[in-house]
């Protein structure tokens, strides 16, 4: 065997040697070569989805992430439940409601559940035995005590915690803030009807106060949607970042490896931003459904339109504002109260009320040669017993059946107090569509911004190495 390899012929001994030996020396020649003229990339930084933990992103995405838990848990709550019961088992109730608002003609007999009797709106029952507010089935008995102790144990920004998920600093409390945290909850998982008919019982059917009370739940939200807003933004741009130094990197790519690397990122950013897409267009959507449900509400209460509400302002859940007037819905009524809410023309102006500033003298005519009836010492509130309409002497009803007519300049004339303009739905809506803008929406661009730099699949295939030709 010995014998053997010492005589094995020295060209083939060399033959291999001098293969591996060239080999070496193409591998080193290589290395100097590489080293001499590439310099290794800097390592991108982790572009995964939302539940990679080396996301780059993660601490913005965090909040609203809580915020996505928050709404969720509001919608498998206790409260929606109940909600959503009520509106399936009062569906025709609603339906005919909806009809009869936009002019689509009421249910007909055949549809109605009771051979033609429209569908009341039913009880829920099941909530602690109570039965609600007087006058109101329905939406009314949501206000009872066992809900009401359920409600402030939601985490509801901007009603039972500040509009950043904190502690709730000051502002209304007890049944108040629950009824508020309520009327959120129905918002979000019932309809504007349902909402409307909720309000409608907490106000005791008092027009102007449901009026009053629909935009303090608008203004309750201002803070949350502007924080959304912030949250939003923040995001937006960790991932505008990530699109920045992807495309860095792609234009700098020097060798396939670097190309395949910088592609694989790409894909996973790509990923990351759908995910974020979906998260943030979910959380404004929970304040779109809000902004719509208050604007239409509001509507309601003064038998107006949307446009009327909104003052010429764009709508945050749609195009253009409708110019239709809304009406409460028949459940909304509460035929218990004088202050019955209802969609009855509103009765002409009282005529107006007058004090004095000093000791006025009261005359059986317009005429100061007239007897005098009466003096009314300053300080005096006194009713016209009609409208003047401007003339120099004002009849007064002195009461009892007694009148008498006194100077116009010598009266102050009570203005009688206005509804306050809707300036928190307004303003809420604006704060929404600012958050559209910085969050789903400008995301969106950055999705179509990373998707088209797709380069890094096209460089590598054109550098791909030429197949080596066949040696005879």
């Not at 913005?60 to 838990?69: D, N, Q, V, Y």
């Not at 509001?74 to 109730?93: H, Y």
């Not at 209802?342 to 005529?351: C, E, K, T």
């Not at 197949?467 to 005879?472: L, M």
Request: net charge positive; with cysteine; proline share 6%.
């Amino acid at each position: 065997m010995t014998g053997e390899r010492m005589t094995k012929p020295s060209s083939a001994r060399t033959g291999w040697r001098g293969a591996f030996h060239g080999a070496g020396l193409a591998l080193a020649m290589v290395g100097v070569l590489s080293a001499a003229t590439w310099t290794p990339a800097v390592a991108l930084p982790g572009f995964g989805g939302g539940n990679d933990k080396n996301d780059a992103c993660a601490a913005e995405r965090a909040p609203l992430l809580e915020r996505k838990k928050q709404y969720d848990a509001l919608r498998r709550s206790q409260i929606a439940s109940a909600v959503g019961e009520g509106l399936k088992k009062g569906a025709v109730f609603f339906a005919g409601a909806m009809m009869n608002k936009y002019g689509l003609g009421g249910l007909t007999g055949q549809q109605q559940p009771s051979g033609g009797t429209p569908a009341a709106m039913p009880s829920f029952g099941g909530l602690g035995g109570a039965n609600g507010v007087a006058g109101f089935g329905g939406m009314g008995a949501l206000l009872s005590g066992a809900n009401l102790a359920a409600a402030g144990n939601l985490q509801i920004p901007g009603v039972t915690t500040a509009a950043s998920g904190g502690a709730l600093i000051g502002g209304a409390g007890g049944d108040t803030r629950a009824i508020a945290a309520i009327a959120v909850v129905v918002a979000i998982a019932g309809t504007v009807e349902a909402y409307v008919q909720l309000k409608a019982a907490a106000a005791n059917g008092d027009r102007n106060r449901l009026a009053r009370s629909i935009d303090d739940d608008a203004g309750l939200q201002i803070s949350v949607s502007t924080a959304i807003d912030q949250e939003e933004k923040a995001l937006a741009d960790c991932r505008a970042r990530q699109v920045a130094d992807i495309k860095t990197h792609m234009a700098s790519a020097s060798n396939d490896s670097d190309r395949r690397a910088t592609n694989r990122q790409r894909t996973g950013l790509e990923g990351s931003i759908k995910q974020d897409v979906d998260l943030t267009g979910g959380v404004v959507g929970q304040q779109v459904t809000l902004a719509k449900t208050f604007t239409q509400g509001r509507a309601m209460s003064e038998s107006k339109s949307e446009a009327d509400v909104l003052g010429g302002q764009a709508p945050a859940y749609a195009d253009k504002a409708s110019t239709t007037p809304l009406q409460l819905p028949a459940a909304a009524v509460n035929p218990n109260t004088v202050t019955a809410v209802n969609n009855a023309p509103p009765p002409p102006p009282a005529a107006p009320s007058y004090t004095t500033a000093k000791a006025v003298v009261v005359h059986a005519g317009p005429n100061v040669k007239t007897k005098t009836v009466k003096s009314l010492p300053a300080g005096s509130t006194v009713q016209a017993a009609k409208d003047p309409a401007g003339a120099v002497w004002v009849l007064l009803d002195l009461g009892g059946g007694a009148q008498g007519f006194a100077r116009a300049a010598e009266l102050t004339l009570v203005k009688a107090p206005k509804l306050a303009a809707p300036n928190n739905i307004r303003e809420h809506n604006k704060e929404v569509l600012a958050a559209r803008d910085d969050g789903p929406n400008r995301l969106k661009s950055l999705l179509t911004d990373v998707q088209a730099h797709r380069g890094g699949r096209r460089m590598l295939a054109l550098a791909a190495p030429a197949k080596r030709p066949a040696w005879g």
